[in-house]
């Protein structure tokens, strides 16, 4: 089974591991936080601003493997507050107003940089 590691300049990046792998016909994007690829800082204030950095992130380096949003079909969504689920929803809706990927969701253990999200997905390759 072949694996290749993705990356791109339009996603942020950590030492520690990928921005994703493909593998076995599917994409497994890394968590990615709410952080603007080239200042490394926390974009928006609130949970549907920060949902949709995290999404775009997602969307760069599904791009980056020939791959797309369209094509998701699991996400892990990880929060700090319980009470933001609503806001998260609300702007996930948005990026998946139709057959949206399965998902779960977990509470975030800790909050650099003032992050209140992570999500992770894994998306089909082809």
Same mark, same amino acid.
């Given at each position: 089974?072949?694996?290749?590691?993705?990356?791109?300049?339009?996603?942020?990046?950590?030492? $520690?591991? =990928?921005?994703? #792998?493909?593998? &076995?016909?599917?994409?497994?994007?890394? /968590?990615?936080?709410?952080?603007?690829? %080239?200042?490394?800082?926390?974009?928006?204030?609130?949970?549907?601003?920060?949902?949709?950095?995290?999404?775009?992130?997602?969307?760069?380096?599904?791009?980056?493997?020939?791959?797309?949003?369209?094509? $998701?079909? =699991?996400?892990? #969504?990880?929060? &700090?507050?319980?009470?933001?689920?609503? /806001?998260?929803?609300?702007?996930?809706? %948005?990026?998946?107003?139709?057959?949206?990927?399965?998902?779960?969701?977990?509470?975030?253990?800790?909050?650099?940089?003032?992050?209140?999200?992570?999500?992770?997905?894994?998306?089909?390759?082809?």
């Amino acid at each position: 089974m072949t694996r290749t590691v993705i990356n791109t300049d339009q996603a942020p990046k950590s030492p $520690a591991y =990928s921005q994703a #792998v493909k593998s &076995a016909g599917l994409v497994f994007v890394s /968590g990615q936080g709410p952080f603007d690829p %080239k200042t490394g800082e926390v974009v928006g204030i609130t949970i549907q601003e920060q949902t949709a950095q995290c999404l775009t992130n997602i969307a760069e380096i599904l791009k980056a493997a020939g791959s797309s949003l369209e094509k $998701a079909v =699991s996400a892990t #969504v990880i929060i &700090a507050e319980e009470n933001d689920f609503p /806001g998260m929803n609300e702007e996930w809706l %948005k990026w998946f107003p139709k057959d949206p990927p399965a998902r779960q969701g977990a509470k975030l253990p800790i909050r650099p940089k003032g992050m209140k999200i992570s999500i992770a997905l894994v998306a089909a390759a082809d």
